[in-house]
T-cell receptor, first 114, second 112 residues
Framework: NAGVTQTPKFQVLKTGQSMTLQCAQD?????MSWYRQDPGMGLRLIHY???????DQGEVPNGYNVSRSTTEDFPLRLLSAAPSQTSVYFC?????????????FGQGTRLTVV | KNQVEQSPQSLIILEGKNCTLQ??????????LRWYKQDTGRGPVSLTI?????NTKSNGRYTATLDADTKKSSLHITASQLSDSASYIC???????????FGKGTRLSVIA
């Protein structure tokens, strides 16, 4: 059981480049989300989805796009990377049925924008 | 505003010693509170969940407490080990289909 899989693990981008961070889960979870983690800031929610075809903005959505065409996948797109987007990105998934659902996290993607 | 505050920000203890991490929250209406452990370079992993009616719950050497009236929780680690070195994150869920509220975490270092 793979759980939540993120790719790539590391990425270096030049300012202005675009890229997609991939996230896939094999637990049939309805709820998926993207976070960024910066030193001293904790995990901040970027975008989330409560099911296929449904997405919503979190705390820090600017500069990021998402889509949810399937239950399994929830890619995060950076259209024009900026140095301020240098961070570690985590994808998470959980059941939506029941408030006690545990969030399962991927291993993270360390992104550096130069 | 829904917030989760953790203290201390960081902590260094000797191997074998005990420690207690604190979490205060303003999330309402409250559903549950989880403590996650995040090892360096990895994603967070759930240690324990506390619901409104629970006061204490143990998971091995980890014991979590919850006072829903004062909106405070603690995580007590007994007989610490080097492998306990990690960030510990308090996460609160309110009722309904709304996002989790994360604390900034406590960075624990256990040294020999």
């Amino acid at each position: 059981n793979a759980g939540v899989t993120q790719t790539p693990k590391f990425q270096v981008l030049k300012t202005g480049q675009s890229m997609t961070l991939q996230c896939a889960q094999d637990m049939n979870h309805e709820y998926m989300s993207w976070y960024r983690q910066d030193p001293g800031m904790g995990l901040r929610l970027i975008h989330y989805s409560v099911g296929a075809g449904i997405t919503d903005q979190g705390e820090v959505p600017n500069g990021y796009n998402v889509s949810r065409s399937t239950t399994e996948d929830f890619p995060l797109r950076l259209l024009s990377a900026a140095p301020s987007q240098t961070s570690v990105y985590f994808c998470a998934s959980s059941w939506t049925g029941g408030n006690s659902a545990e969030a399962f996290f991927g291993q993270g993607t360390r992104l550096t924008v130069v | 505003k829904n917030q989760v505050e953790q203290s201390p920000q960081s902590l260094i203890i000797l191997e074998g010693k005990n420690c207690t991490l604190q979490c205060n929250y303003t999330v309402s209406p409250f559903s549950n509170l989880r403590w996650y452990k995040q090892d360096t370079g990895r994603g967070p992993v759930s240690l324990t969940i506390m619901t409104f009616s629970e006061n204490t719950k143990s998971n091995g050497r980890y014991t979590a407490t919850l006072d829903a009236d004062t909106k405070k929780s603690s995580l007590h680690i007994t007989a610490s080990q080097l492998s306990d070195s990690a960030s510990y994150i308090c996460v609160v869920k309110n009722s309904g289909n709304t996002p989790l509220v994360f604390g900034k975490g406590t960075r624990l270092s256990v040294i020999a």
